[in-house]
C-alpha cells in the first residue's frame, strides 16, 4: 500500500491563502484516487476534495467549492490542495488519503491549519 505524508499547513489570516501537499511513497500512486479530509476540533472528519487516477476528474465539499482546488502531479506522487480565501471556519487537521479496495485508507499523519487573525 501507499504511504503519505502532508505538509504545508500553518497559521494564517482569514482571507490568506495555503497549500497543502501529500507525498506518497511506492511506485503506485498513480492507481488511486486521492482524496482530502479534515477534523476540526469535537468534529467527525469530514470531505473536503477528491480526485482521480488521472487528475482528469475532481469532485469538492459545497463548504469549499470554488475557493479549494485540489490537483496531483504522479511524476512527483505528490498530490496538492490549494486553499484560497480562507475562513476561520477551515481550520483544522487536514489528512489526505488513497482510494483503497476497502474504501479510504493509508491515511497520513496529518497536518494542521489555522486561519486566525
Known amino acids: 500500500q501507499v504511504q503519505l505524508v502532508e505538509s504545508g499547513g500553518g497559521l494564517v489570516q482569514p482571507g490568506g491563502s495555503l497549500r497543502l501537499s501529500c507525498a506518497a511513497s511506492?511506485?503506485?500512486?498513480?492507481?488511486?484516487?486521492m482524496g482530502w479530509f479534515r477534523q476540526a476540533p469535537g468534529k467527525e472528519r469530514e470531505f473536503v476534495a477528491t480526485?482521480?487516477?488521472?487528475?482528469?476528474?475532481?469532485y469538492y465539499a459545497d463548504s469549499v467549492k470554488g475557493r479549494f482546488t485540489i490537483s496531483r502531479d504522479n511524476a512527483k506522487n505528490t498530490v496538492y490542495l490549494q486553499m484560497n480565501s480562507l475562513k476561520p471556519e477551515d481550520t483544522a487537521v487536514y489528512y489526505c488519503?488513497?482510494?483503497?479496495?476497502?474504501?479510504?485508507?493509508?491515511w497520513g499523519q496529518g497536518t494542521q491549519v489555522t486561519v486566525s487573525s
Open positions: 488519503a488513497a482510494s483503497l479496495s476497502t474504501g479510504w485508507g493509508s
Open positions: 511506492g511506485r503506485t500512486f498513480s492507481s488511486y484516487a
Open positions: 480526485i482521480s487516477r488521472s487528475g482528469g476528474s475532481t
